[in-house]
């Protein structure tokens, strides 16, 4: 079974400075990872996904995450933090024979100006 | 194109009653999905249709809960009676082939208060 660990339920940084969302997972077989982001009151929104190629993701605006089996990590990271930034991020699997897709519990990006 | 639409976006009942929740999906995705998140909780896998029928239900609570998608359009997610406990966000997304590297695309959600 899949599982999904968001390392920090609160990330605080300020505007400029690179952002470092942390994620492990755990799965059985060669899972995909997928990172979303929720503005407060819109639905979920994908940034990037990991599908077995490239271990290096790039999403939307300027993300993106690296795949490290050795690790089980797909941490998320962005070079320079926008205010337009802030938002709710979930680390994602989606793993063989499962239907639905397992969601960590979350991290809150606040971005300090 | 057109999102996934849910709705109400908001629904305040009492314990008890009765809620129909709507999700209608992006044109031409077979597969559609319900989430729920509880407060303070992760996002949880309900169930998963393949056009009208239902692929997976094993994270479907209980039996108050019943999922339909007649002519494999849009669903509705009843739950009879509410409880206090099924207070939370219900969210719909669709896909278009329901594989694991398939993008699953969200609604805004429907946050459903029992009181």
């Known amino acids: 079974a899949q599982s999904v660990t968001q390392l920090d339920s609160h990330v605080s940084v300020s505007e400029g400075t690179p952002v470092l969302l942390r994620c492990n997972y755990s799965s059985s077989y060669s899972p995909s990872l997928f990172w979303y982001v929720q503005h407060p009151n819109k639905g979920l929104q994908l940034l990037l996904k990991?599908?077995?190629?490239?271990?290096l993701v790039k999403g939307i605006n300027g993300f993106e995450a690296e795949f490290k089996k050795s690790e089980t990590s797909f941490h998320l990271t962005k070079p320079s933090a926008h205010m337009s930034d802030a938002a709710e991020y979930f680390c994602?699997?989606?793993?063989?024979?499962?239907?639905?897709?397992?969601f960590g519990k979350g991290t809150h990006l606040i971005i300090q100006p | 194109e057109a999102g996934v639409t849910q709705f109400p976006s908001h629904s305040v009942i009492e314990k008890g009653q009765t809620v129909t929740l709507r999700c209608d999906p992006i044109s031409g995705h077979d597969n559609l999905y319900w989430y729920r998140r509880v407060m303070g909780k992760e996002i949880k896998f309900l169930l998963h249709f393949v056009k009208e029928s239902k692929q997976d239900e094993s994270g479907m609570p209980n039996n108050r809960f019943l999922a339909e998608r007649t002519g494999g359009t849009y669903s509705t997610l009843k739950v009879q009676p509410a409880e206090l406990e099924d207070s939370g966000v219900y969210f719909c997304a669709s896909s278009q082939t329901g594989t694991r590297t398939d993008t699953q695309y969200f609604g805004p959600g429907t946050r459903l208060t029992v009181l």
């Open positions: 990991y599908t077995s190629a490239a271990t």
């Open positions: 994602v699997v989606s793993e063989w024979g499962a239907d639905g897709l397992t």
